[in-house]
Nanobody
Framework: QVQLAESGGGLVQVGGSLRLSCAAS????????MAWFRQAPGKERDVVAV????????YYTDSVKGRFTISNDNAKNTVFLQTTGLKPEDTAVYYC?????????????????WGQGTQVNVAS
């Protein structure tokens, strides 16, 4: 099992920035995929960004392209989500997810481990 610890959420004004972090510990692997999902009240959990630790391949949902950047530090088993130009519609609980392997996926059910989530609130 892999434990994921998110941090970096908070309250920010429209147009502001936050840097989310997710540190993995436990039975990690040298090849893994980590993703950020988000869930707003009354809505489904949707993918935001994904990164493969071994290939460097990334994916972004259309609504965050050009505003968010996912990156990782393999030595620390940590993934980051730099958010800029935040909008009220970015308000949600952001979850970090982990799966073993190299192929990225946007399907939540394929991720084996999840963090507890960190709240991001964007005030207009």
């Amino acid at each position: 099992q892999v434990q994921l610890a998110e941090s970096g959420g908070g309250l920010v004004q429209v147009g502001g920035s936050l840097r989310l972090s997710c540190a993995a510990s436990g039975r990690t692997s040298s090849k893994y995929v980590m993703a950020w999902f988000r869930q707003a009240p009354g809505k489904e959990r949707d993918v935001v960004a994904v990164i493969s630790s071994s290939t460097g391949t990334t994916y972004y949902t259309d609504s965050v392209k050009g505003r968010f950047t996912i990156s990782n530090d393999n030595a620390k088993n940590t993934v980051f989500l730099q958010t800029t130009g935040l909008k009220p519609e970015d308000t949600a609980v952001y979850y970090c997810a982990w799966k073993r392997g190299a192929i990225i996926t946007t399907t939540p059910a394929l991720y084996t481990d999840w963090g507890q989530g960190t709240q991001v609130n964007v005030a207009s």
